[in-house]
């Protein structure tokens, strides 16, 4: 099992955006948070686990995003740094607001 803390990601509606002759690209937005987040993830030098898993995510109880939209973003962070393999590799990914915390409390555990 590990565990991290992870600033909020834009949610969903805000990872891309649509450039004519060019198409769908990631937003300024999204790319900070992704290199932000990536330091803190490696920061906190989490384990991986291989195969499925289990995500569980807790976000503040303020949160403003819907929060089923800050899965996506979390979930392809794990994956481009190793803590999951695949992230179609789920078996279970559950979201909550609760607490004060101002970034989501991401937990990943085997489900083998």
């Known amino acids: 099992m590990t565990s991290l803390v992870l600033t909020l990601p834009p949610s ?4 891309f955006i649509n450039i004519p002759g060019k198409g769908r690209i990631k937003s300024k937005g999204y790319k900070s948070w992704i290199k ?3 330091w803190e993830l490696v920061l906190q030098h989490p384990r991986s686990v291989a195969g499925a ?5 807790i976000v503040p ?20 740094h190793g803590v999951i393999e695949n992230d179609r590799l789920a ?11 101002t ?3 991401v937990t990943v555990e085997s489900a083998s």
Do not use: C, F, M
Not at 12 to 15: A, D, E, R, S
Not at 64 to 75: E, G, T, Y
């Open 53 to 57: 898993y289990r995500l569980h995510i």
């Open 91 to 101: 078996k279970r990914v559950t979201i909550e607001r609760a607490g004060a915390a």
């Open 103 to 105: 970034g989501a409390l």
């Open 36 to 38: 932000s987040a990536g």
């Open 12 to 15: 969903t509606n805000n990872l």
């Open 61 to 80: 109880h303020n949160a403003q995003p819907d929060i089923d939209n800050l899965i996506k973003p979390i979930s392809d962070l794990l994956q481009t």
